[in-house]
């Protein structure tokens, strides 16, 4: 069956950050006095990690988008994320940022410039349109990834843009996948989906009969990788 459609995640797939995400919350947080100065970058990451670890445990069971339905809204989940991070590195009785900060942090974020496209990614581009593939895409995002693609003059070449805080579900659910095939009008054989964590953005497109693709630059044992973007079309043509 031909191809017809290839949906990509955003994050580490589409677009990367130029710094690690820690460092830039780290960065902002000690110049704000929140942190102590030359403290062990090795505590602070796994404290980050940690903290990352423990909000990603909280997740909806039947994966409704975390954005959404925080208690506190729109930034909350990024809040209470900081907040336990700076619990474990300060102690449980931390103080909380104040909102001037938790601003500075979300627009530096916001910034076009702190996030790259992925190299080959228009290759992709010239290679799809010679072949008459339309792209799209479905991404675990807040309501702020629909003006950082257009910052990045991302979003002319995908339709459709599924973010999961504006649809309600977040990936692993079939919802958001299924969504996307009939906005895309296509059978499931005829679509590719590539992103970059297996747990995410492999076993649910692959149970529903999509070709998927994990971006990584070592192999995972029965799971179809690829190095980048472009060379989706070598893959599919072997197969």
Not at 13 to 39: C, D, F, V
Not at 97 to 102: A, G, K, L, M, T
Not at 208 to 222: K, Q, S, T, V
Request: with cysteine; charged share 30%.
């Amino acid at each position: 069956m031909k191809i017809k459609k290839i949906y990509l995640d955003v994050g580490d797939t589409l677009l990367y950050l130029n710094i690690p995400p820690g460092s830039i919350y780290l960065q902002i947080l000690e110049t704000n006095g929140l942190l102590k100065r030359n403290l062990d970058p090795t505590i602070l990451k796994n404290a980050f990690s940690k903290s990352w670890t423990d909000m990603n445990q909280k997740s909806d069971p039947n994966y409704r988008d975390r954005y959404s339905i925080h208690p506190d809204k729109k930034d909350g989940w990024w809040k209470e994320l900081i907040h336990n991070f700076l619990k474990i590195v300060n102690g449980e009785d931390s103080d909380l940022p104040d909102e001037p900060v938790f601003q500075e942090i979300f627009q530096r974020f916001d910034d076009e410039n702190l996030w790259k496209i992925e190299p080959t990614f228009f290759e992709l581009l010239n290679m799809a349109k010679k072949l008459n593939i339309s792209l799209g895409i479905i991404s675990n995002w807040d309501l702020r990834l629909r003006g950082l693609l257009e910052r990045k003059n991302l979003t002319q070449y995908f339709s459709p843009i599924l973010i999961s805080a504006e649809f309600g579900y977040e990936k692993p659910s079939e919802l958001i996948f299924i969504e996307a095939q009939n906005k895309a009008n296509c059978n499931a054989d005829e679509l590719v989906y590539i992103g970059d964590k297996p747990e995410l953005d492999y076993y649910t497109p692959h149970r529903l009969g999509w070709r998927a693709f994990i971006i990584r630059n070592e192999n995972i044992p029965e799971i179809p990788t690829i190095r980048n973007l472009s060379e989706i079309f070598s893959i599919l043509r072997e197969t």
